[in-house]
């Protein structure tokens, strides 16, 4: 549904819905009842929204496919969820700074690095969710909703950077020993570099480099990398 593709992408840019309604030249309570489903979207305010938030008018239109596949397969993508949440946790846990916090930023390049890695070394990926090329580097688009809702996570601003912590250690990891060691190994590589550095190095892989702007980056791309490039 395009309406649950329009909050989504609004709130993985950081943007109110005043500042999108100024912006598309619309009220705040019309996107609201966009966003909500109970008003369409329009095929010029679609065009508005694809030149706002950079992502081609045809990849807005097919994510209603590919949410509502999503929507059919949500009991199987359960475990999956899981996975995601503890991936996330256990990245803070080894990936933040002697203060215990990590950039939102950065946080989201070890999430990916990981989920690609794993399928590097084992053909599966940890969570399995999609990643898209999007202006902020490659990210699963639930990423942005946990560090919003989770109560394991405290987010506070330090200047233009947003930084997670954890409020307490991670519960019983649902990984496996092999994904473990992947996370470990990959935050342990990354903890002292500073997010500008990850953000580049992830630019330069294979996967984002040929992937188009808004897609879904496929897993199989990362086995086109040379081994030292993958995380």
């Given at each position: 549904?395009?309406q649950?593709?329009?909050?989504?992408?609004?709130?993985?840019n950081?943007?109110?819905q005043d500042e999108?309604?100024?912006?598309?030249?619309?009220?705040?309570?019309?996107l609201?009842?966009i966003?909500?489903?109970?008003r369409?979207?329009?095929?010029?305010?679609?065009?508005?929204?694809?030149?706002i938030f950079?992502?081609?008018?045809?990849?807005m239109?097919?994510?209603?496919?590919?949410?509502?596949?999503?929507?059919?397969?949500?009991?199987?993508r359960?475990?999956?969820?899981?996975?995601?949440h503890?991936?996330?946790?256990?990245c803070?846990?080894?990936?933040?700074?002697d203060?215990?916090?990590?950039?939102?930023?950065?946080?989201?390049?070890?999430?990916?690095l990981c989920?690609?890695?794993?399928?590097?070394?084992?053909l599966?990926?940890i969570?399995?969710?999609?990643y898209?090329?999007?202006a902020q580097?490659?990210v699963?688009?639930?990423?942005?909703?946990?560090?919003?809702?989770?109560e394991?996570?405290?987010?506070?601003?330090k200047?233009?950077?947003?930084?997670?912590s954890?409020?307490e250690?991670?519960?019983?990891?649902?990984?496996?020993?092999?994904?473990?060691v992947?996370?470990k190994k990959?935050?342990?590589?990354w903890?002292?570099?500073?997010?500008?550095?990850?953000?580049?190095?992830?630019?330069?892989?294979?996967?984002w480099?040929?992937?188009?702007?808004g897609?879904v980056?496929?897993?199989?791309?990362?086995?086109m990398?040379?081994?030292?490039?993958v995380?």
């Amino acid at each position: 549904m395009i309406q649950n593709f329009i909050f989504k992408i609004r709130k993985l840019n950081g943007i109110s819905q005043d500042e999108l309604a100024k912006k598309m030249g619309i009220s705040r309570p019309t996107l609201i009842a966009i966003e909500k489903g109970t008003r369409d979207v329009t095929l010029p305010e679609l065009k508005k929204l694809s030149k706002i938030f950079d992502v081609p008018l045809h990849i807005m239109l097919d994510e209603e496919l590919k949410i509502s596949d999503q929507l059919d397969a949500q009991n199987a993508r359960h475990k999956s969820f899981k996975k995601f949440h503890n991936l996330v946790l256990q990245c803070v846990k080894y990936g933040s700074d002697d203060d215990g916090k990590i950039t939102k930023t950065k946080l989201a390049k070890l999430v990916y690095l990981c989920d690609f890695a794993s399928y590097y070394e084992y053909l599966v990926p940890i969570s399995g969710f999609e990643y898209h090329r999007l202006a902020q580097g490659p990210v699963a688009i639930e990423f942005f909703d946990l560090i919003d809702t989770d109560e394991s996570l405290c987010v506070e601003s330090k200047g233009r950077a947003m930084m997670i912590s954890l409020t307490e250690n991670p519960s019983e990891s649902s990984l496996t020993a092999d994904e473990d060691v992947i996370v470990k190994k990959i935050c342990l590589k990354w903890k002292k570099k500073n997010t500008k550095e990850i953000v580049e190095f992830t630019h330069q892989q294979i996967p984002w480099a040929t992937s188009r702007v808004g897609e879904v980056i496929p897993y199989e791309l990362i086995n086109m990398e040379d081994s030292q490039n993958v995380y």
